[in-house]
């Protein structure tokens, strides 16, 4: 039955940066559907007040440490969750940030450390994870993508390129992976209100002009992102891969 097949229960993935916004959001439905998790930010204090309000809907929640641009708190990360959990079922990649810098003026360190999170990070904790999973013959990894890997955007060069980047790399994981039942996925969220986009929403005029350009007539909020979480870590997702499904109230539909 297709909702038993949604449900979650009896499955453990991680949610790396899960401190907030969109990865809080996700990490939530994910529990209500009955998943365990380990959740993640780069301060385990917050992650650990996080972990409880997650846990408030159900399952064990397992807080983690880990800075994604450091290799060894990913290593750490994977022993941890498989130590508590023995298993891990899905895996979702949400550490990013961004910086808004004209590209004439971008710095070399800028640059660097934009695509050291948000495209060696996700590479790296894919690895990590996928060696697990190619050991338990299955898995799924979504990725959490952007409409900056399908469109450009202005005086955020680094990040369009890393989200170009990631949309890629999960076609390329989702062809070498296949063979081992893992399929590899990612989310493009459009226009949505967390800390990240905070300077847009501070600008009237820049904040009126991206409400009137969305479809659907607003900006997305971090529970809209829950039903494709559960649907593409579910086995109800068996079938796709490769993909980057867009959730962005129909920006790029006009
Ligand atoms: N908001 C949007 O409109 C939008 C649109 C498209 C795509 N996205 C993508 O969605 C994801 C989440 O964004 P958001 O809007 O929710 O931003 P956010 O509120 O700023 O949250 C960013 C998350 O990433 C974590 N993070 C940042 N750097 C990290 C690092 N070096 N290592 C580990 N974790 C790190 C943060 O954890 P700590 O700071 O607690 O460590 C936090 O949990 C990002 O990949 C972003 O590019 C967002």
């Known amino acids: 039955m297709i909702l038993e097949k949604m449900s979650l229960k009896g499955k453990t993935g991680i949610v790396v940066g899960a401190s907030r916004g969109l990865g809080k959001g996700i990490a939530i439905g994910l529990a209500q559907a009955g998943a365990d998790l380990a959740v993640t930010s780069r301060e385990l204090k917050i992650i650990e007040k996080v972990a409880e309000e997650i ?19 990913i290593d750490v990360m994977v022993d941890k969750t498989m130590g508590k959990f023995g298993k891990i079922d899905f895996l979702f990649n949400n550490a990013g940030r961004i910086t808004r810098v004209p590209s004439e003026d971008f710095s070399e360190e800028d640059w660097d450390e934009e695509l050291n999170v948000n495209l060696k990070g996700t590479f790296l ?16 990894i979504i990725n959490i993508s952007s409409i900056a890997s399908f469109i450009g955007g202005k005086n955020i060069s680094a990040y369009v390129a890393s989200k170009g980047g990631v949309s890629q790399l999960t076609k390329s994981l989702a062809s070498d992976w296949a063979k081992y039942n893992i399929r590899v996925n990612a989310i493009g969220p459009g226009y949505f209100e967390t800390d990240l986009t905070e300077p847009l929403r501070k600008d009237p005029k820049r904040f009126s002009a991206i409400n009137a350009r969305i479809p ?39």
Do not use: N
């Not at 904790?125 to 799924?140: H, T």
């Not at 829950?226 to 086995?235: K, N, R």
């Open 125 to 140: 904790c894919c690895q990590a994870v996928g060696r697990v999973m190619i050991k338990q013959k299955r898995g799924k």
């Open 55 to 73: 846990k408030s809907w159900g399952g064990e929640v397992l807080p983690l440490q880990v800075d994604v641009a450091r290799k060894e708190d």
């Open 216 to 254: 659907l007539g607003r900006w997305g909020k971090p529970e809209d992102l829950a039903g494709i979480a559960v649907f593409l870590a579910s086995d109800a997702s068996d079938y796709i891969t490769g993909q980057t499904i867009f959730v962005d109230g129909g920006w790029l539909a006009v």
